[in-house]
C-alpha cells in the first residue's frame, strides 16, 4: 500500500470555545489527516497546522468542508479532511507532489479552535484523528537505489481580501512571486470574469459560465457563493499549476455587485531542507 492510516494520538486542551493541540509525529510524507468529531465540522473557527514557527495553513472548517464538496469526495459532517497531496491527481506522481515531506526533527502541530457549544449538541467535544501517510523512501531513477525524498515544496494556504471592491474591473497584484497556484477560491462580488496577466502576456480569460462548464467537465463540483479558479483540474499537478514567476503578475476580477472579495489561494511553495 502506497498510503496508511495511523493513529494521531490525544489532543490537549479539548473544550468548547478553546484551541484543540496535538504535535504530530514527523519522518513521513503527510498525505491527507483526518479528524473524526461528535459535531459539525463546519462549526469550526479555525484549523491551524504549523512547522517550526511557520504556520502555512490556516481555514475554517467551513472552508475545508467546501472545498472537499468540489473535488467531489464524500463529505460527512463529523469528518474534518486536512488535505495535503492532491489525491484528484491522475498519475501518482501529481499526487504524491505536494505531499508534506516531514523530517525526522520537524516540529509538526495541529491546532484546531473549537467553537461554544451549539444548540443541542453534546456536553463535550470529541477530536480522533487519523494521519494518512507513506514513506519517504523513493527510488533514485539515476541509481536505482533507494534514496529518502526531501522537501523540495510546501503546500501552502494564503488569504487575501479586497475591500470595497467596485462593480465592475477590480485589480489584484499582490500575489507572491515563485510559489505555482493549485486553486484560487474567491468569494464575494458575484463575479463575472476572471483575467490573468503574467509579465503584461494574457495567459486567462473566461467568464464565470465557462469556468463553471469546465469545472464540470472535469468532474468538479463548483461551489454556490464561489468563482473557482482551478488551473490543475483536468488532473495533471505538475504540468498545470500556474507559475507565479516574473516580473508581473495582475488579476483582473470583474464583479457585478462589489464589496468584499475574500480570495483563498492554495499554492505550492518552493523550499529548500
Known amino acids: 500500500m502506497r498510503h496508511t492510516p495511523h493513529y494521531m494520538g490525544s489532543f490537549t486542551g479539548v473544550g468548547w470555545g478553546s484551541r484543540a493541540t496535538i504535535t504530530i509525529e514527523p519522518g513521513s510524507v503527510m498525505e491527507e489527516w483526518m479528524v473524526k468529531t461528535n459535531f459539525d465540522v463546519a462549526l469550526i473557527p479555525k484549523v491551524e497546522v504549523k512547522l517550526g514557527g511557520d504556520t502555512f495553513y490556516e481555514l475554517t472548517g467551513a472552508e475545508l468542508k467546501m472545498m472537499e464538496k468540489y473535488k467531489k469526495h464524500w463529505v460527512d459532517d463529523n469528518f474534518l479532511v486536512i488535505p495535503f497531496a492532491d489525491i484528484t491527481g491522475r498519475t501518482v506522481g501529481g499526487q504524491g507532489f505536494t505531499g508534506l515531506v516531514t523530517e525526522p526533527d520537524d516540529n509538526l502541530v495541529l491546532n484546531i479552535y473549537l467553537p461554544a457549544k451549539p444548540d443541542g449538541g453534546p456536553e463535550h467535544p470529541l477530536l480522533d484523528g487519523h494521519v494518512l501517510n507513506s514513506s519517504r523512501l523513493v527510488i533514485d531513477p539515476a541509481t536505482n537505489e533507494q534514496v529518502m525524498r526531501a522537501r523540495e515544496v510546501l503546500p501552502r494556504f494564503e488569504t487575501y481580501t479586497i475591500d470595497s471592491a467596485s462593480v465592475g474591473s477590480n485589480f489584484f497584484r499582490a500575489l507572491p512571486k515563485g510559489p505555482r497556484v493549485r486553486r ?90
Open 184 to 273: 484560487i477560491f474567491f468569494k464575494g462580488g458575484d463575479i463575472q470574469n476572471l483575467k490573468i496577466k503574467r509579465d503584461r502576456r494574457e495567459i486567462f480569460d473566461a467568464t464565470k459560465a465557462l469556468v463553471e462548464f469546465n469545472l464540470k467537465r472535469n468532474e468538479r463540483s463548483p461551489q454556490d457563493g464561489y468563482f473557482i479558479f482551478d488551473p490543475i483540474a483536468s488532473g495533471f499537478v505538475i504540468a498545470d499549476l500556474m507559475q507565479t514567476s516574473g516580473t508581473s503578475l495582475e488579476l483582473e476580477i470583474d464583479s457585478k455587485t462589489g464589496g468584499t472579495i475574500d480570495m483563498l489561494v492554495e499554492m505550492v511553495e518552493p523550499v529548500r531542507v
